[in-house]
């Protein structure tokens, strides 16, 4: 439940005409208190109220019922600039007019953070007395923390497959091995919502282009380019690491998720991820162990096997540049 003062919504004095307005079959539910939270929310959604909304400018009013389920958790989003309207059902989001190409949806999760953030506020003051929930200083933090968690779970939105679609040709006899790194990243805890940190490194051998071709009866045939490598613009391997740690995440996870993006896309002849991260949940928390490292790998084809000595190679470079800092 939220705290402060009752603000109004499209014109609703205040929150008991909220609820009575809503109140159909005059059955008082915990649909009630959505609608207070939603009407309590007003003031920390000011900004999009006022029309400064980073997407679009647009005002949050109540809709008695959702045509689905007939819920009273309702809230409608008129987009200021276009006069266009969208209705969400906390119960069941139902989504219709035009919201998905007006960010209803982002703007919904924003809302919904938002509240989020804001019990948590009021759970620490019931776990706290002496925490001053009334502080003036806390009155855009669900707002500030809603944007907050949207930055950092903005990689949901890339599709990692799509960064890696364009290759170029490399000629020589033998490709060698390519690393990229260290890549500094940002991420969160699945398990506690924490900020992790830390670098990546990259290193893959690439493979041969293999070329599509149609023969005289018009069946597909494959053939290996002699001499001819594929590899991918250097800056795409960043843009990997960014949109999967931009999540929430096991560092883990992480590691193999950037190495099979590598090995689907392209192909190569070996592959390699070096991930070294702080992790507040461990740091911060718990045993508190502020200087643990954590350290994950994964190897993939030649540098598995480590022909011609790859993965002695990356790991040299990966060892020459963590000494270096």
């Given at each position: 439940?939220f705290?402060?003062?009752?603000?109004?919504?499209?014109?609703?004095?205040?929150?008991?005409?909220?609820?009575?307005?809503n109140?159909?079959?005059?059955?008082?539910?915990?649909?009630?208190?959505?609608?207070?939270?939603?009407?309590?929310?007003?003031?920390?959604?000011?900004?999009?109220?006022?029309?400064?909304?980073?997407?679009e400018?647009?005002?949050?009013?109540?809709?008695?019922?959702?045509?689905?389920?007939?819920?009273?958790?309702?809230?409608?989003?008129?987009f200021?600039?276009?006069?266009?309207s969208?209705?969400f059902?906390?119960?069941?989001?139902?989504?219709?007019?035009?919201?998905?190409?007006?960010?209803?949806?982002?703007?919904?999760?924003?809302?919904?953070?938002?509240?989020?953030?804001?019990?948590?506020?009021?759970?620490?003051?019931?776990m706290?007395?002496?925490?001053?929930?009334?502080?003036?200083?806390?009155?855009d933090?669900?707002?500030?923390?809603?944007?907050?968690?949207?930055?950092?779970?903005?990689?949901?939105?890339?599709?990692?497959?799509?960064?890696?679609?364009?290759?170029?040709?490399?000629?020589?006899?033998?490709?060698?091995?390519?690393?990229?790194?260290?890549?500094?990243?940002?991420?969160?805890?699945?398990?506690?919502?924490?900020?992790?940190?830390?670098?990546?490194?990259?290193?893959?051998?690439?493979?041969?282009k293999?070329?599509?071709?149609?023969?005289?009866?018009?069946?597909?045939?494959?053939?290996?380019v002699?001499?001819?490598?594929?590899?991918?613009?250097?800056?795409?391997?960043?843009?990997?690491?960014?949109?999967?740690?931009r999540?929430?995440?096991?560092?883990?996870?992480m590691?193999?998720?950037?190495?099979?993006?590598?090995?689907?896309?392209?192909?190569?002849?070996?592959?390699?991820?070096?991930?070294?991260?702080?992790?507040?949940?461990?740091?911060?928390?718990?045993?508190?162990?502020?200087?643990?490292?954590?350290?994950?790998?994964?190897?993939?084809?030649?540098?598995?096997?480590?022909?011609?000595?790859t993965?002695?190679?990356?790991?040299?470079?990966?060892?020459q540049?963590?000494?270096?800092?």
């Amino acid at each position: 439940m939220f705290r402060g003062d009752d603000e109004s919504i499209g014109g609703c004095d205040d929150v008991e005409e909220l609820e009575s307005a809503n109140d159909t079959d005059g059955d008082s539910t915990s649909e009630d208190s959505t609608i207070e939270d939603i009407a309590k929310a007003s003031e920390w959604m000011s900004p999009a109220l006022k029309g400064d909304y980073e997407e679009e400018p647009m005002e949050v009013l109540p809709v008695p019922e959702c045509a689905r389920c007939g819920s009273t958790t309702n809230i409608s989003v008129r987009f200021i600039g276009t006069g266009k309207s969208a209705q969400f059902c906390l119960r069941c989001s139902d989504l219709f007019d035009e919201a998905r190409e007006h960010h209803a949806i982002k703007f919904l999760g924003n809302l919904t953070a938002q509240i989020g953030a804001g019990s948590l506020l009021d759970g620490i003051k019931d776990m706290y007395p002496k925490f001053d929930r009334d502080n003036p200083d806390l009155k855009d933090t669900p707002r500030r923390v809603a944007r907050m968690y949207a930055e950092l779970c903005s990689g949901y939105a890339i599709d990692p497959d799509q960064l890696l679609a364009i290759r170029f040709d490399v000629n020589g006899s033998q490709a060698g091995l390519i690393t990229i790194g260290p890549i500094d990243f940002v991420s969160t805890c699945m398990h506690h919502l924490a900020s992790i940190s830390g670098r990546v490194y990259v290193g893959y051998v690439p493979n041969q282009k293999v070329e599509e071709t149609t023969n005289a009866d018009g069946a597909f045939e494959t053939h290996v380019v002699d001499d001819t490598y594929q590899v991918i613009g250097l800056s795409k391997i960043p843009r990997v690491v960014y949109a999967y740690s931009r999540r929430l995440i096991l560092q883990e996870d992480m590691t193999r998720n950037i190495i099979e993006c590598l090995e689907r896309n392209l192909g190569p002849l070996g592959s390699a991820v070096f991930v070294k991260a702080k992790h507040d949940c461990m740091c911060k928390r718990g045993t508190a162990s502020a200087n643990a490292w954590t350290v994950t790998t994964e190897v993939r084809g030649v540098l598995y096997e480590n022909q011609r000595g790859t993965k002695d190679e990356f790991m040299f470079i990966v060892e020459q540049s963590e000494m270096s800092r």
